[in-house]
């Protein structure tokens, strides 16, 4: 099927999403809830684009609509741009402690609007470290509480029993909104110290015991293989292919 994304013809497969199929042809649309690993979630609205259909023209979020008909679709307007500045000025409010969020409201040139302010807050809610946890780690985390109150924790903010300590929420985060410490005695998330253990190759501290268990129990990655980091399991790897070449 054939459709125009900003005057460019463009082929898509049914059912693709805009985003994908803008992303595959170089056509940048701005994401923050997104991520290449788990699709969209349709959650920040800052991938919205005009779409064009035979009747009706809609501001839609591009990374979770699927292309099923044909459509033009504009990925930046005055209504685009306008809409994209008020959801950043709306998500700074929510975490004006996370850098991140600070200079997308800068570099956007956003205005102030006239919100209650969230002090302490680094998080906007983009549900990327759930997604990231439920697909990579233990579904250690979730959104609790409800409304203004609602924020990811571990459940009762207590320290979790299933987390393994892969830090993978901590390291999709956007906005760096999770805590984490690594130390030589052990890395902290969520209220859990867990120890770490360190490639026997180049010394690096790169997983926890738990994460490690873990990996070995879902994919067979066990005894020595588990005991290297990951630059160092795939230099093991090219080592082995060249030596079997000779
Ligand atoms: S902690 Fe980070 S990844 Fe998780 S919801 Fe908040 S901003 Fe998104
Ligand atoms: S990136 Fe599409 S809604 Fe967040």
Known sequence: MKIRIDQQEIDVNPGETILEAARQNGINIPTLCYHEAFGGQGMCRMCMVEVKTAHSTNLVASCTYPINEVIEVHTSTPVIEKARRTIIALLYRTAPQSEFMKKLYQEYKCVENQLEINENERCILCRLCVRACE???????????????????TPFDEASTVCIGCAACANICPTGAIELSQTPAGRTIWNRTFAVVTCQRCGQAFATREQLDYIAQHTGIKGSESKLCDDCRKKNLAAQIEQYAQ
């Open 135 to 153: 697909e990579i780690g233990s579904s250690a985390i979730s959104a609790i509480l409800r409304g203004t109150e609602k924020r990811i924790s």
